[in-house]
């Protein structure tokens, strides 16, 4: 089964007309914000529910539905599983990418980075933003597949972010991917 784990429902908007296969997973997360550290994946998501709360007043029951549960897709995925993250590469999406990158460490899923390809140097930051269908297309062709090597990384990234380990992250940070992203 093929998965798309996109940033956000405006980028899912526009990805429902590529005519790409696959089911769409929406990352409604803000993880740069709020508490990120946890012993476990349920704590981690009620605490999540908690600060969300606090901090905006969102109803902890909808985001479970809407957030919790739509990014816990990921732990429970069929055999032979093929995820794609459609992330841009600002740290916003590199950390939320980071946590669905931990998320699939173990389930063996073939996982391929999906970014916006298509953007000059000088326009990269704008993201997915404003592509058209084609455009969108063009950037899941050039899509890179993670090795384990940069799925572990990748999950160690999130795992010294979230306990805000500056040491390990500058490090980390300066670790060659094996995979030819940008």
Do not use: Q
């Not at 939320?96 to 140097?121: I, Q």
């Amino acid at each position: 089964m093929i998965f798309h784990v996109l940033p956000g429902d405006s980028t899912a908007s526009d990805f429902k007309n590529t005519g790409i296969e696959g089911e769409v997973i929406v990352c409604r997360e803000c993880l740069i914000v709020g508490p990120a550290d946890a012993d476990t994946y349920f704590e981690f998501w009620e605490r999540r529910a908690r600060f969300i709360l606090a901090e905006y007043g969102e109803d902890e029951i909808e985001y479970h539905e809407n957030v919790a549960d739509e990014l816990a897709k990921l732990l429970d995925l069929p055999p032979g599983s093929e995820v794609n993250l459609w992330f841009e590469y600002e740290l916003f999406c590199c950390v939320n990418m980071w946590f669905c990158l931990d998320l699939l460490r173990n389930t063996g899923a073939c996982v391929y980075r999906v970014e916006p390809a298509v953007r000059t140097v000088r326009d990269k930051w704008k993201g997915f933003g404003n592509l058209n269908a084609g455009d969108l297309k063009i950037c899941f062709a050039a899509r890179n597949k993670f090795s384990s090597d940069d799925i572990n990384l990748g999950s160690d990234l999130w795992n010294a972010y979230k306990r805000e380990d500056h040491k390990k992250l500058m490090l980390l940070g300066g670790t060659d991917s094996k995979s030819n992203t940008r």
